[in-house]
């Protein structure tokens, strides 16, 4: 079971360094803001990233320059929901470590 909490965490933690990255440059001229797909792993198991995708929405145009297409609330709230994707699958990986340790402690 950690294997696949491991891979999605992975594939999480690309989620929040692309949405930083949007934030980052919210204010850079031109930046057109990015978004990460997901998939199911191998055989179904697990999670992977399966594009990096640019957006193709023109940015909002300021004295005749197009700006930062990033849109800061839908940022925040695909951020928080990353992190509580992430700390649900750390919870797991720490249930799963503990079980096995307790098995490893009855066997000895």
Aim: aromatic residues 2%.
């Amino acid at each position: 079971m950690s294997e696949v909490n491991l891979s999605a965490m992975d594939s999480l933690g690309v989620s929040q360094q692309v949405s930083a990255n949007n934030i980052a440059n919210v204010s850079t001229e031109g930046f057109k803001a990015s978004s990460v797909a997901l998939e199911s792993g191998p055989e179904g198991q697990g999670v992977r990233v399966s594009a990096i995708r640019e957006s193709a929405n023109a940015g909002p145009m300021v004295d005749g320059a197009e700006m930062s297409n990033t849109d800061i609330g839908a940022e925040m709230v695909d951020m928080i929901q990353t992190s509580h994707a992430f700390s649900a699958n750390t919870a797991a990986v720490r249930v799963s470590e503990e079980m096995t340790g307790h098995l490893l402690n009855m066997i000895a």
